[in-house]
């Protein structure tokens, strides 16, 4: 019996056809193969690429086990172009059956072997004839043979490349952009590049349970990290088999970098229709009260996602912005100051940002750096009001956007304020905590583990520089400790002041307190270097001297010596610390006077890259309390009463709260 032959041709030129594809990318024409295999309700579609000899791809196969292409209506199928007959499903991506010729951009030939429940077929389209498809009727035995395993399905063989097409890999990577939220919608279904499945990609998950009763509505609104190729931001409608009935954008597609696909799955769908006729009065529809009430939850639903996902963003922008140096540097302004300030304009940013990321987003550098120090010199102005007022005359901002800006930068104000409120108390707290070991327990305080964790969680006491040492580098702390080895340091009589010569044998048997780190930083003249910090902490019970001055120069000059430290980019500032200055040393004295024009705390050696401090314990307090003078006084902090609490308690105190 001979089988019929069921050519054809598309009612549209072959031009016309070719002008729909100019622009696409050339993994299009795979990713159109794929969508139709799903419309045709295949669970899985497979992807396999054959090389030649010579790496070249010879073959791209497209296997799906959908429901087949039926030979007798290839009329309503391949004759069509941009009026498919599959456009009343809104589960379909096809809608406009064109997609299956967009091969012609990236080889010559495709060829579609097909099995449906209505006959089997094999049909060929060539690019030089794009109009016209040749088609014949199949028997059983004359079918492809990836076909024989399946009751039904397609397989798509594009074969004579002129253009090529990027490797496994980075299709996989395209392929989960593109298909990822129709993977997350059906989780049954798979797609396979050379064996290997698609994954969904990154994604944050929301699931809301919506009740209007007597109906139950579950939503899943998944935010996608990157926006899929193709597909906008939409809301589908499930009903309770799984089947999508209906769909409509989202009102957030036009966010900068928010991408949403919103799944909604009730019984409810069970019985919807677009319109609503005599025929059947009784369907839901898009209009009705039900769905108007489930799409205004999603949208606060989604608006919280929203605001949670830009607060996420400005605080990676603000800390970008930050490490762009475009925040003002505060020179001149007091320790405790510039770090409040910093705090508040930062915030500030983080507010504006997430009231219209579009202020920043659309900016250049420079226009960044402008916006950011005018906003910062007005909020600490007798202006600050006017922050609001050129905002709002700005920003293109609803009501409710508008009421939301004025109560954030009304709310970040009063935060800020309460947070150095808190921070100050916190810190004075600590300073007279740690007066009392020096006054009281100095005798008894021990190096290790006693100071060392004081040490590291107030490390803002040695000034705004050290307001963090953070965690220990490897490498450099332990050369930097073996080469402190090498400084001797004997301890006698003469280190101790006199009323504590009865306890000399018990301090004598503690060790000194070395603490090293490694940091990126930048110079005074803002170039970029590693700042290295070395603290050295004499145990209390002695007092500092000229030889202890001599160790530190001593240390000094074998770090400078050492090849490992002799990068220009290595700035290092050693620091040694007692509880007070022996009064028979005069050199310590002397060298700290011939400093002080110098303007820096301690200051002992202006080396520009190995700078040497030496303090007591009693001039970090003053200096604390000098500098917060008119906010102590202001704020009537009050004092701690700390007479007879033992030295354990307020050890253990120090070093559990951290006062940042």
Not at 312 to 321: G, K, S
Request: hydrophobic share 35%; glycine share 6%.
């Amino acid at each position: 019996m001979e089988l019929a032959d069921i050519s054809g041709t598309t009612e549209i030129s072959g031009e016309g056809i070719k002008k729909h594809f100019k622009s696409i990318d050339p993994w299009q024409p795979i990713f159109e193969l794929v969508w139709n295999g799903l419309d045709a309700k295949s669970n899985s579609v497979r992807v396999a690429i054959e090389k030649n000899t010579l790496g070249t791809i010879s073959l791209v196969s497209i296997l799906d086990d959908g429901e087949g292409i039926e030979p007798g209506g290839l009329k309503n199928t391949f004759g069509r172009f941009n009026d498919s007959n599959k456009k009343e499903d809104a589960s379909l991506h096809g809608a406009h059956g064109r997609g299956r010729l967009a091969f012609h951009r990236i080889c010559n030939r495709a060829t579609w072997f097909t099995n449906s429940l209505s006959g089997q077929a094999k049909i060929q389209v060539l690019a030089g004839d794009i109009k016209r498809f040749a088609a014949t009727r199949l028997r059983p035995e004359e079918q492809h043979q990836g076909l024989a395993e399946l009751q039904t399905g397609t397989l798509v063989e594009l074969d004579q490349f002129t253009a090529p097409i990027p490797d496994a890999n980075d299709l996989r990577k395209k392929f989960s952009v593109e298909f990822g939220w129709y993977l997350a919608l059906h989780p049954s279904k798979k797609i396979s590049i050379d064996g290997v499945d698609i994954t969904v990609p990154a994604h944050e998950l929301h699931e809301e349970e919506i009740s209007i009763p007597p109906h139950a509505f579950k939503a899943q609104i998944i935010r996608w990290e990157d926006k899929p190729s193709s597909e906008k931001s939409y809301t589908y409608l499930l009903g309770s088999a799984g089947k999508t009935v209906y769909k409509q954008l989202s009102t957030f597609n036009n966010k900068v970098a928010f991408f949403t696909s919103i799944y909604v799955t009730s019984a409810w769908a069970d019985n919807f229709d677009l319109t609503q006729d005599l025929a059947t009065p009784n369907v839901n529809t898009p209009t009705s009260p039900e769905w108007k009430r489930v799409v205004k939850a999603l949208n606060t639903a989604t608006d919280r996602i929203y605001d949670e996902f830009l607060r996420r963003q400005a605080d990676a922008e603000v800390n970008r912005y930050e490490e762009d140096g475009l925040f003002p540097t505060y020179r001149g302004l007091d320790p405790e100051y510039k770090v409040w300030r910093l705090r508040n304009a930062k915030e500030l940013i983080k507010t504006i940002y997430v009231a219209d990321p579009t202020i920043f987003n659309s900016s250049g550098k420079k226009q960044k750096k402008v916006i950011i120090r005018l906003l910062d010199k007005l909020s600490v102005s007798n202006e600050n009001d006017s922050i609001f007022e050129v905002l709002n005359g700005v920003l293109d901002m609803d009501e409710a956007s508008i009421e939301l800006l004025a109560n954030q930068l009304k709310r970040t104000t009063l935060e800020n304020i309460v947070s150095t409120i808190e921070t100050l108390q916190r810190r004075q707290d600590a300073v007279q905590k740690l007066r009392e070991l020096m006054n009281v327990h100095y005798m008894s305080v021990r190096e290790t583990p006693d100071l060392q964790k004081i040490i590291e969680a107030n490390t803002w006491l040695f000034g705004h520089r050290y307001e963090t040492i953070g965690a220990e580098e490897d490498t450099f702390t332990k050369i930097a400790k073996q080469l402190r080895e090498r400084v001797a340091s004997p301890l006698d009589v003469s280190d101790f002041e006199i009323e504590d010569v009865g306890q000399i044998e018990g301090a004598a048997r503690q060790t000194d307190l070395f603490l090293a780190r490694k940091t990126p930083s930048l110079d005074s003249e803002g170039r970029q270097c590693f700042r290295c910090l070395i603290i050295e902490i004499k145990r209390p019970s002695i007092a500092l001297n000229v030889k202890h001055l001599r160790q530190l120069d001593d240390y000094a000059a074998i770090l400078m010596r050492h090849p490992e430290f002799s990068s220009e980019r290595m700035h290092f500032e050693l620091v040694l610390v007692g509880r007070k200055i022996s009064s028979a040393d005069v050199e310590i004295g002397s060298r700290l006077r011939n400093q002080l024009g110098r303007g820096e705390l301690g200051l002992v050696s202006d080396d520009p890259r190995m700078k040497r401090y030496v303090l007591n314990w009693y001039t970090l307090f003053d200096s604390f309390e000098l500098s917060n003078t008119f906010m102590l006084d202001k704020l009537k902090l009050q004092r701690l009463a700390l007479e007879g609490t033992s030295k354990d308690e307020l050890v253990s105190e120090l070093q559990e709260t951290v006062a940042v």
